[in-house]
């Protein structure tokens, strides 16, 4: 198990420090040569440990003076709320509510003068020219590329290089037993047709991903949604109440890193707990792991895969939020299922095509993709803290907020008398695209939350478009609604 460094220990201690108000907005720093007195560190450690703290938005240099704590860096608003352990009648949501549809198709048909909806980086924070450099260097080593037929189940440079990364996660995989997908929904729809039939009853996490809520509904599944934290990801106890109510449950769906709309990550202690108890229930375990490279320490968070000896879990993955959306690259290994999804992608859509994966693969293999994650996990890490700075000035009192470790985007609670779907409405009349919390359920559980994505830059347009939700929310109070 990889453990963080100590100089991201000592910034945890100072970050609690600054968030309990030990050390109060305006205030200095302990110097270099206090901290490597008080803790018994190098230099290097005691500047990697402000710079840290510096990189996440928590404070500024000044220069010849110090490290000072920046003004707004400590969050009034209060944590976001545990779950109830509940588990709901699955044969109540057996589709995706046509609400869902017209959101979805607003925010496609209206376009945004600002975007606070898409779970992405900003293009710029993509390596676009070193992978058009990866593009050219595999056109000249192959003149016949294009009049190639591509490579049955992927190119095999690519799973190589996949294969290699796996290992960070605690993977053993070999070559052979990956698959390239389109993206990571390609994967998903794989691995529900190669472990179910229409009318089965699949888990998930509850809020989740609305895109997978639409890839059951289009595969004929029941759903049961089961509660999950904000802090700690999907409850194992609802999960076993939901098997013992549900004995005819097939497949359980999880995203156990960073998960979608959450950001939480599960415990490894949970982890294994969580593979051991689907093996012995013989429910099929399918992992997506889109978001795992997004970790705001460089660190890899582990995947459940890795504790899976018995090929019960199908780890799916992708490159589309760390890498390139543009090229739409997944990936996914199916265990003792692995066969038979192969069959289906060649059936379904047959395979990927070679530039873009040769080119990644060279991307891979030049050491590019640690150093370009690197880079993107700061610049995440800054605009996360920046975007809930910005939320815990504008938006009105009762709001509620979990800062996650990662990922592209904050789960925002909002005052009950506050309906997300209503401001999504409000908001497009502005310009302004927003994920409503209706999206990431079939129940009306989350009416009251938003998505916010924290992918772009944080801006004086972005800071001016939460300003305008906050007044949009507070307009519905005082005309009574």
């Not at 270099?32 to 008080?38: C, H, N, V």
């Amino acid at each position: 198990m990889n453990h963080p460094a100590l100089y991201q220990r000592l910034a945890e201690h100072y970050l609690s420090a600054i968030r309990q108000g030990s050390l109060l907005v305006g205030e200095r720093m302990p110097s270099l040569r206090t901290l490597m007195a008080r803790h018994g560190v190098s230099l290097s450690t005691a500047l990697q440990l402000c710079r840290h703290l510096e990189e996440r938005g928590v404070l500024e240099a000044r220069p010849r003076i110090g490290y000072f704590v920046r003004a707004g860096s400590r969050l009034p608003l209060q944590a976001a709320r545990e779950p109830e352990v509940q588990v709901p009648d699955a044969a109540q949501y057996s589709g995706v509510h046509p609400r869902v549809s017209a959101i979805i198709a607003s925010t496609m048909r209206v376009p945004a003068r600002i975007s606070l909806s898409c779970a992405r980086a900003a293009p710029e924070l993509y390596p676009n020219e070193a992978l058009r450099h990866s593009m050219q260097r595999v056109l000249r080593q192959d003149d016949l590329l294009f009049g190639q037929a591509v490579a049955h189940n992927g190119d095999m440079r690519l799973r190589a290089a996949l294969a290699h990364q796996a290992l960070a996660a605690r993977m053993v995989l070999a070559p052979e037993e990956i698959l390239i997908t389109h993206g990571c929904i390609e994967a998903l729809n794989l691995a529900l047709r190669a472990v179910t039939q229409p009318g089965d009853l699949v888990a998930v996490e509850s809020p989740t991903f609305f895109g997978l809520l639409q890839v059951l509904e289009s595969l004929g599944l029941k759903t049961l949604e089961i509660p999950t934290s904000p802090h700690s990801g999907i409850s194992l106890e609802a999960l076993q109440l939901a098997a013992d109510m549900h004995p005819a449950l097939r497949a359980l769906v999880v995203v156990p890193n960073l998960q979608n709309p959450l950001g939480c990550v599960m415990s490894d202690v949970n982890k294994r707990a969580l593979v051991a108890w689907c093996e012995a229930m013989k429910i099929a375990l399918i992992e997506d792991d889109t978001y795992a490279m997004l970790g705001s320490r460089d660190e890899h968070l582990s995947a459940l895969k890795s504790w899976d000896h018995s090929g019960n879990v199908i780890h799916c993955a992708s490159l589309h939020k760390s890498l390139s959306p543009g090229l739409r690259l997944g990936w996914m290994s199916a265990g003792r299922w692995q066969a038979r999804v192969e069959m289906l992608k060649y059936a379904q859509s047959r395979s990927n095509e070679t530039l873009a994966q040769r080119a990644v693969a060279d991307f891979i293999e030049s050491g590019h993709y640690d150093r370009h994650l690197r880079r993107l996990r700061g610049a995440l890490n800054t605009q996360r803290h920046a975007h809930a700075e910005a939320i815990a000035r504008h938006f009105p009192e009762g709001t509620r907020l979990s800062v996650p470790e990662g990922g592209l985007s904050l789960w925002v609670e909002l005052p009950d008398y506050v309906s997300s779907e209503k401001l999504f409405y409000q908001a497009l009349e502005q310009g302004i695209h927003l994920t409503p919390g209706c999206l990431f359920s079939n129940t009306r559980r989350f009416e009251h939350f938003l998505r916010i994505n924290c992918g772009t830059p944080f801006s004086s347009q972005i800071d001016e478009a939460l300003c305008e939700l906050a007044r949009l929310m507070r307009s519905r109070t005082h005309n009574g609604q």
